[in-house]
């Protein structure tokens, strides 16, 4: 179990001026849709770092946000979930006949 706390939390933000919370605000936002995205499609490692053009040595640090994250890095990530997200409808999408 893990557990937080919250006054170390509080001291660090405390600690941090208004642009670095801004930074902070944006990157923590990227790792969280990435998460999102890794456990709604069941994504691996190998397919992050491939699409994000990674190491694996570096996915760690890559998904949980201890990355400058680029404009590049936010448009793969949101034309990945377009793309996963347009084969999953056409999964669901009833087949249509042609009259």
Not at 14 to 24: D, P, Q, T
Not at 57 to 82: H, T, V
Request: net charge positive.
């Amino acid at each position: 179990m893990v557990t937080l706390n919250s006054r170390k939390v509080g001291l660090f933000l405390k600690g941090i001026n208004e642009a670095e919370r801004v930074y902070l605000g944006h990157t923590l936002n990227f790792s969280n849709n990435l998460l999102s995205l890794i456990r709604d499609f069941k994504l691996s490692k190998k397919q992050v770092c491939d699409k994000f053009e990674i190491s694996p040595k570096k996915y760690n640090n890559f998904i949980c946000g201890n990355q400058n994250y680029d404009l590049k890095d936010m448009a793969r990530l949101n034309a990945w979930f377009m793309e996963l997200k347009i084969e999953e409808l056409k999964k669901e999408a009833p087949v249509q006949v042609a009259r």
